[in-house]
């Protein structure tokens, strides 16, 4: 059964602190995504990227940072956290190729900055 | 650019109704079409999707047809039942990638 894990579900930080968001795939995926999911904006694409060592900037990536040393691992980085990335943040990972290939989800971080 | 347009939720349903949630996009060109759903506390899935124009996907009573006209596809489902309660995204790809566009995501609640 295919698989992406994200290391906590739920996780509160302090304003300014930094934070690392982990997510790992079983799948020898290329391509890995990050997503922030808020009420009544749906899924905005912070960053994604095609392989390793290889990031592109999505949508809002302002405050964001990301890291991918190992094919199956995309950290997502705040640098100095803000009350407003409080959100639920979701990784996603697909095959290269095709573009109707699917992306498999893991199940949500919700972060809360104080 | 591209983007999405989604049926704004949330929808209340009795079991047993006939459910239609509304998706139309802009796009360059003919992207792929996806509606993933979001089951409560987790991710989302896919729950089905069509890659050309006349297609049309469908998967757990769930059907969607890709009108190249009118730049649609939209869900339904004949009989919903109380596990179908979910939200439900209508996501184009864009690009020659073919990362995906999110709509905003439409609750649905089913009622026994």
């Known amino acids: 059964d295919v698989k992406v894990t994200q290391s906590s579900r739920y996780l509160v930080k302090r304003t300014g602190e930094k934070v690392f968001l982990e997510c790992v795939q079983d799948?020898?995926?290329?391509?890995m995504f990050w997503y922030r999911q808020d009420p009544g904006l749906g899924l905005r694409l912070i960053y994604f990227?095609?392989?390793?060592?290889?990031?592109e900037k999505g949508d809002i990536p302002e405050g964001y940072s990301v890291s991918r040393e190992k094919k199956e691992r995309f950290s997502l980085i705040l640098e100095s956290a803000s009350t407003n990335q409080t959100s639920m943040y979701l990784c996603?990972?697909?095959?290269?190729?095709?573009?109707?290939?699917?992306?498999?989800f893991g199940p949500g971080t919700r972060l809360t900055v104080t | 650019g591209d983007s999405v347009t989604q049926m704004e939720g949330p929808v209340t349903l009795s079991e047993e109704a006939f459910l239609t949630i509304n998706c139309t996009y802009t796009?360059?060109?003919?992207?792929?079409l996806f509606w993933y759903v979001q089951y409560p506390g987790e991710g989302l899935q896919l729950l089905l999707k069509?890659?050309?124009?006349?297609d049309k996907g469908s998967n757990k009573g769930f059907e969607a047809t890709y009108r190249k006209e009118t730049t649609s596809f939209h869900l339904e489902k004949g009989s919903v039942q109380v596990s179908d309660s979910a939200v439900y995204f209508c996501?184009?790809?864009?690009?020659?990638?073919?990362?995906?566009?999110f709509g905003k995501g439409t609750k649905l609640s089913v009622k026994p």
């Open positions: 996603a990972s697909r095959r290269q190729g095709a573009t109707y290939y699917e992306q498999y």
């Open positions: 799948m020898d995926h290329e391509n």
């Open positions: 990227s095609y392989d390793v060592k290889m990031k």
């Open positions: 796009a360059t060109g003919y992207p792929s």
């Open positions: 069509a890659t050309k124009a006349d």
């Open positions: 996501a184009p790809g864009r690009g020659s990638q073919g990362n995906l566009i």
